[in-house]
């Protein structure tokens, strides 16, 4: 089975203190690993997706790097418009579902002005 | 303004009631999705439609009944529902059901008392 641990559960900075939220996994097959944001009473947005150890994807402040094991989420000088829960989900190779996506917890960004 | 747009956005029921939850996207994708998101834990997927055909069920309890009548439609039918299914429900829509991103509504959140 698929699994998805996301670190730490909650991260406060201070606005212009870069940072790293990380995602481990565990999973048969690795076809995609995705990061998704999501706002307060919102749906999770799509950010990045990830197909193989190496690589990179950045966005504004935002920069997602892959490994074998894990995936980190860089965000360098956030600003208070950061703030919210960063999720991470992987799309395994294995079972008999497609489309099938694990999601880990999520880590809940505060930025402080 | 999202692409998948969920209505209500809140639903306050008691355990006897019956009611529906409905998605509707403009993006043109072909896949649709029926997710659960409870404090705390990570998003639960429901329900999986590809081309309005049922790919996935993901050991959902029968008080909980989706349908799909297009590719752009999705609904979900709640009947003698329980307190612990109280949640965000959030639709999300794909081009397809292989690795591809999935684009999410604002949910709806409901509330069995």
């Known amino acids: 089975e698929d699994q998805v641990t996301q670190s730490p559960e909650a991260l406060r900075l201070q606005e212009g203190e870069s940072s790293s939220l990380n995602c481990s996994y565990t999973?048969?097959?690795?076809?995609?690993l995705f990061w998704y944001r999501q706002d307060p009473g919102k749906g999770p947005e799509f950010l990045f997706t990830?197909?193989?150890a190496g690589e990179e994807k950045e966005k504004e402040r935002l920069k997602a790097t892959l490994t074998k094991k894990e995936s980190f989420l860089h965000i360098t000088a956030p600003k208070p418009e950061d703030s919210a829960t960063y999720l991470c989900?992987?799309?395994?190779?294995?079972?008999?579902?497609?489309?099938?996506?694990?999601f880990g917890q999520g880590t809940i960004l505060t930025v402080h002005p | 303004e999202t692409g998948v747009t969920q209505t209500p956005r809140h639903l306050v029921m008691g355990m006897t009631n019956k009611k529906s939850l409905k998605c509707e996207q403009h993006?043109?994708?072909?896949?649709m999705y029926w997710y659960k998101q409870s404090a705390k834990k990570p998003l639960e997927l429901m329900f999986v439609y590809n081309f309005k055909e049922q790919t996935e069920n993901n050991s959902v309890p029968s008080r909980f009944s989706p349908e799909c009548p297009n590719s752009s439609h999705l609904f979900l039918h709640l009947h003698t529902l329980q307190p612990e299914d109280s949640a965000l429900y959030l639709c999300?829509?794909?081009?397809?059901?292989?690795?591809?991103?999935?684009?999410f509504g604002n949910g709806t959140r409901l509330t069995v008392t």
């Open positions: 999300a829509s794909s081009l397809g059901t292989g690795v591809q991103p999935l684009h």
């Open positions: 990830l197909y193989s």
């Open positions: 989900a992987v799309h395994g190779a294995g079972g008999t579902s497609y489309g099938k996506l694990t």
């Open positions: 993006l043109g994708h072909n896949a």
């Open positions: 999973v048969s097959g690795l076809r995609g």
